[in-house]
């Protein structure tokens, strides 16, 4: 299966979605990228049973830290999907990429060379 | 162990706004088991201190260590090559900790990086609840094992007061009476006389900070006597 995504999208392969750490994300955000997501097993169906529960409220606990910093919260999301669902993976790339575009460039980014 | 949460970041951020190289220091053990000032934290705030500086346009240089204990001047000594290159210094230890950090380097601005709570049991990954109010004096053996001080509204250490309603305290109905609590332990452990005995006040007036020094030790200017 050949799958179309943006190609704006770059991926970091984790063994489970409870390996992303609110550092992670925190950092991707303040090195310039416009927005940071978590794609994640189906909430329910963790190998780890809560790995991709801890992903959502690290997601949600970075977003509240944007917001403080007063950088959109939402520049951080989180998705979940089964490993077998291809379409839906390339579905939320876009869905985030349009998201991300609408909300404009990371206000970071103009201050970081400077 | 001593729990704390993190300070508002408004207020963080407002304290060390006339500072341009700021030195974050954490602490290794309670407030890093507690997830409020360990090295992780240090590193989420300095994250958002940069960011939110760089909005404002007035960036920021900030450092980060984590030592092993801030209430012990052995640790802090680590820090006596690299305070120099700092105008200023938070400190995410607990309040014990971060007096003496101000003590060591006294001609350094000092801040607080979190609000300390007090003494607590770990209940869940993230969740801390009071159990100790270090009176001094304790009563636990008296009480059945519960503290009337930090547990009762009122601090009382003979109780219960006249508010006391069908195991609530009268603050809220959402708040145990502690003394109604100490009543039902101690009479299932068939121990019910203990509650008739009396605790004499203690002396709150005047108060000093309280020193502790262990059997078979002195402070350091009597060692050599
Ligand atoms: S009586 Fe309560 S506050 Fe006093 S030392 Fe004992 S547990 Fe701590
Ligand atoms: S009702 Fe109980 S807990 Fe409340 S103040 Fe009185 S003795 Fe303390």
């Excluded at chain 2, 700021?22 to 705030?45: F, H, P, Q, R, W």
């Amino acid at each position: 299966m050949r799958l179309e995504y943006p190609a704006s999208v770059k991926i970091i392969h984790v063994p489970c979605s409870g390996k992303v750490d609110v550092l992670h994300l925190l950092r991707a955000i303040q090195k310039g990228a416009d927005g940071a997501y978590i794609v994640g097993c189906l909430e329910g169906s963790c190998h780890f049973n809560e790995g991709n529960y801890r992903a959502k409220e690290r997601v949600q606990y970075v977003s509240s830290l944007l917001e403080e910093v007063g950088i959109e919260g939402d520049r951080v999301r989180m998705y979940n999907l089964t490993s077998g669902e291809g379409p839906t993976f390339a579905a939320y790339a876009k869905e985030m990429t349009d998201h991300i575009r609408a909300l404009g460039p990371n206000p970071i980014k103009s201050k970081v060379k400077s | 162990m001593i729990v704390a949460k993190r300070k508002p970041f408004d207020e963080l951020k407002e304290m060390i706004k006339p500072y341009k190289k700021v030195l974050n220091v954490g602490c290794g053990t309670c407030v890093s088991v507690c997830l409020a000032g360990g090295e992780k934290e240090v590193a989420v705030l300095n994250a958002e201190l940069d960011m939110a500086r760089k909005l404002d346009d007035n960036p920021i240089e900030l450092g980060a260590v984590t030592l092993e204990r801030q209430c012990d001047q052995e640790y802090l000594a680590e820090l006596d090559d690299m305070i120099g290159d700092y105008d200023a210094v938070v400190s995410m230890a607990c309040g014990v900790g971060i007096q003496f950090l101000a003590e060591r380097f006294p001609e350094k601005p000092v801040f607080p990086g979190v609000d300390t709570t007090g003494l607590a049991v770990n209940q869940d990954v993230g969740f801390y609840e009071e159990r100790c109010r270090s009176c001094g004096a304790c009563v636990l053996g008296m009480t059945g094992g519960i503290c009337p001080v930090t547990m009762c509204a009122k601090g009382l250490y003979n109780g219960p007061c006249g508010g006391t309603n069908k195991g609530k305290c009268e603050i809220s109905q959402d708040q145990p009476c502690a003394w109604f609590q100490i009543h039902e332990r101690l009479s299932k452990q068939g121990r019910l006389d203990l509650i008739m005995g009396y605790k004499e006040p203690v002396e709150w007036l005047d108060q000093v900070p309280r020193m502790t020094i262990q059997p078979g030790y002195k402070k350091p200017e009597e060692e050599k006597a």
